[in-house]
């Protein structure tokens, strides 16, 4: 079995997380699928954004760019695209809730979660 296949299959590792400390993925990885065990807030969602690529992904900011090459305005994330709102006061995913994406760092306000890993 390739790295591709034990990754659609989420062999490549995972994390438990809970508490409010700050997660980093292992040298290589990043965070590609979280899942809800308890209700959960994030205090910050890094997302592993790849700008040469325009590829972009959710979180607690909003990625945006200009490309002056072609004069057109590409926005990172989309136009009207919103950050999940963290804190305290920020949006609560229910428990079973999945996230699907690419995070460098994960950051609990509140819950827990199951974190598998892909290669960066």
Excluded: C
């Excluded at 994390?15 to 809800?36: C, S």
Aim: aromatic share 8%; no cysteine; net charge negative.
């Amino acid at each position: 079995m390739n790295n591709l296949e034990q990754g659609n299959l989420y062999q490549l590792g995972g994390a438990y997380l809970t508490g409010t400390d700050a997660f980093v993925p292992p040298t290589g990885k990043v965070v590609v699928r979280i899942e809800m065990v308890t209700a959960t807030k994030f205090e910050t969602l890094t997302p592993a954004n790849d700008a040469g690529n325009n590829t972009y992904h959710i979180g607690t900011t909003v990625a945006s760019i200009s490309n002056a090459n072609n004069n057109l305005a590409v926005e990172g994330n989309g136009t009207n695209a919103a950050a999940i709102p963290s804190g305290g006061s920020g949006l609560e995913f229910a428990a079973g809730k999945i996230l699907y994406g690419r995070w460098s760092a994960v950051d609990l306000n509140a819950g827990s979660v199951i974190m598998y890993f892909g290669q960066a």
